[in-house]
């Protein structure tokens, strides 16, 4: 018997310090980095808009190693403020050094709400996304800056994000039932009694992170909810919540929602924008996708509708939580509701 | 930016409830009959004490499914307490109806340090091995039962663990420094100088638990302690060590230390033990093996000689943590010391 032992709520100085603290590991900075779809995505993006960029000042929120300042100084930037909290400022300024550009390049350590800048500036750029766009909460920090920092009329970088909703089969839940149907040829006992326990535990409420394949996506992925970084503001974020309808490729079994965001960065020139894409159709990323366990398979024919209702907010535990529920109805099925949050632990060691 | 925050530090009733908490999920316990090494190895051994078992009391310490106690009910016990603290227990029952062993299986409920049994028994059978074998401290309950339960001669399974140390070599390490160079030829930012950042974070302090390759194993594995089941006590439990002197198979650089277990089972008829391995070079288990990093790797040339002293201690934080200290001299280098301990959170989300 061997497993790593979870741990629960934390009072909300030491999550953040936690939180922070997270941020000093070199391993999710690799995974960013190496996340090609998007650290390409934001270069293009900064890239093409160099000619708002050229000569100007930009606040990176989160700068992390800093590899979006040194993209906006290449692109021209007359002042990059890097913000970070967390101790990896410490490469961000190795890393500025190490491409001449400190002198372009200033890494400032310390929380946008607290640091201060000596000008105002006319680009935010961040990478403020979390595991189903809005976990980590990081996206306050974001609305901070811009309405302490940025110039009117300045440029957000990426100035949009939507969130999408698809009722989607996974084979894995098929396996891991089967499962204890294959125990009684193993050994000679007869276990099959335990898949109701297993349906249960695995179907369960947390928000499971996972890659979905295109094939077991049950219908055109329905968009659910807009954020405009320009007009969006922290209150909105306390429920972001939309209304979805899809219609069912063909018969299947649902088992649960597949949740993903696109986030979209502003191009002056053709084609008009740049989006970032999460979705199970499009390359993978290191955010996977967010999947939502029914808590039991529901069969769909070709053209069920599947409808209801998103709504995410923050945890009551854990503001950087994020907590979403699903009204949803199935063909002629009844109306079911259920609330769904991300574990503060993840499951088994490093494999 | 997007993972798991992690968490820290509870007190120990609560470190308790979650410990208990932590088993009632299926997934740990398909992940343990899944295991054909271990599952198959203890119905093994089992089965060939059957004429030890047939007609004797059996007490199963954390049951779990109780697996273990169907095979000993199997194997001809008058009577199985199968004793378990979490509510899997409930599942137990199920199990033992369903293989129709209910009038030779009694679950009982609770910690086999406050439960009573209506009398002593003649065999215990228990699968409390943990990461690194000491991880969760569970043999701990094992020899309470033992003191309080075992009739005087009675049979243990297992009744005998080996502790195991060898210096390896891990390729991972070079790909992921590697990775830091190749940052500018994808986006055209040196990040070469995160190298040595990357290089402190990975050969770190935390015991890795991941699966070692047989090649990257660069000596014979060197024994440095045994408990004997019917003599250790829990005052030994605070600190298992021993000393261990391996010879490099040739040139190469130490990166880490990998330590794992065997446990041991008598046998009446040839061959006369049964062994439980959990080496690298035998099949994979789901312990897999504890990989410890040195701060830096160590270039070894054939017949080198590494050497030194390992102690394995319950973490000050939380009693069900392994410490593990290794003070180690290899080849004319200076002696060093590092001590490492199992992080009570695991990386990044399901994968």
Chains 1, 2 share one sequence.
């Not at 077991?216 to 209304?243: C, I, M, N, W, Y």
């Not at 088992?255 to 979705?279: G, H």
């Not at 070709?302 to 063909?331: K, L, W």
């Amino acid at each position: 018997m061997s497993h790593v032992v979870k741990k629960r709520k934390l009072d909300k100085t030491h999550q953040d310090a936690l939180y922070f603290d997270s941020y000093t590991d070199v391993t999710i900075h690799e995974e960013m980095i190496a996340d090609y779809v998007r650290t390409n995505t934001y270069r293009t993006a900064i890239m093409r808009n160099s000619e708002l960029i050229r000569g100007k000042v930009v606040l990176d929120v989160g700068a992390g190693t800093g590899v979006l300042s040194v993209f906006c100084a290449q692109a021209g930037a007359r002042k990059v403020f890097a913000v970070e909290a967390c101790s990896i400022a410490e490469q961000a300024v190795n890393i500025a050094i190490q491409n001449n550009l400190q002198d372009r390049i200033e890494v400032i350590r310390g929380t946008v709400e607290t640091v201060d800048l000596p000008e105002k500036v006319d680009v935010i750029v961040s990478e403020w996304m979390g595991y189903a766009l809005l976990h980590e909460s990081m996206l306050n920090s974001v609305l901070y800056a811009r309405d302490k920092w940025l110039k009117p009329g300045g440029l957000i970088l990426p100035n949009k994000a939507e969130l999408y909703i698809a009722p989607i089969s996974d084979p894995m839940i098929e396996d891991r039932l089967r499962f204890w149907y294959t125990v009684k040829d193993q050994y000679g006992v007869d276990m099959s009694c335990m898949t109701d326990f297993a349906q249960r535990c695995i179907m369960n409420s947390e928000i499971t992170v996972n890659f979905v394949s295109a094939e077991d996506v049950l219908s055109h992925p329905a968009r659910f909810a807009e954020l405009d970084l320009h007009s969006v503001t922290a209150e909105d974020l306390r429920s972001v919540k939309g209304q979805f309808k899809c219609q069912a490729f063909g018969s299947a079994a649902v088992s649960a929602f597949c949740l993903f965001f696109t986030v979209t960065f502003p191009c002056p020139d053709k084609p008009k924008t740049i989006v970032l894409s999460t979705s199970p159709f499009q390359p993978d990323t290191h955010w996977k996708q967010a999947m939502l366990y029914l808590d039991a398979r529901v069969d769909v024919e070709q053209d069920t509708v599947v409808s209801g209702e998103v709504n995410m907010f923050p945890s009551e535990d854990s503001a950087r939580h994020i907590c979403i529920s699903v009204d949803y109805t199935i063909g002629d099925q009844e109306k079911e509701k259920k609330t769904f949050s991300i574990p503060d632990w993840s499951s088994g060691p490093q494999s």
